[in-house]
């Protein structure tokens, strides 16, 4: 049984914070990539940052220097530290899991959401 469960969404103001955790189940975490994507209504999901097994972050142009990635594999949750958010990164934010061995066998696993409004 393979889960994946969102925290930490809510309401804030523009330029306020938010943090979002991942906690996963089933699964030997530390063995997983793992991504934030952002959807909103009408629109498709979308890439926000990811984080590598080894712990190596990328991130997409728009939230660069404001949001940050990371992991802790004891805890078997990744997470999402939100800063300066703009109205328009308002949305469903999803955690995603994601396994490979050599590119044969694969696995992704999504958790449920997590909403998030930016609005004065």
């Known amino acids: 049984q393979v889960q994946l469960t969102e925290s930490g969404g809510g309401s804030v103001q523009p330029g306020g914070s938010l943090r979002l955790s991942c906690a996963a189940s089933?699964?030997?975490?530390?063995?997983?990539?793992m991504g934030w994507y952002r959807q909103a209504p009408g629109k498709q999901r979308e890439l926000v940052a990811h984080?590598?097994?080894?712990?190596?972050?990328n991130y997409a142009d728009s939230v660069k220097g404001r949001f940050t990635i990371s992991r802790d594999n004891a805890k078997n949750s990744g997470y999402l530290q939100m800063n300066s958010l703009k109205p328009e990164e308002a949305g469903v934010y999803f955690c995603?899991?994601?396994?490979?061995?050599?590119?044969?066998?694969?696995?992704?696993?999504w958790g449920q959401g997590a909403q998030v409004t930016v609005s004065s």
């Open positions: 995603k899991a994601s396994y490979s061995d050599n590119g044969y066998y694969e696995r992704d696993c």
């Open positions: 089933g699964i030997v975490f530390s063995r997983y990539a």
């Open positions: 984080i590598t097994r080894g712990g190596d972050s």
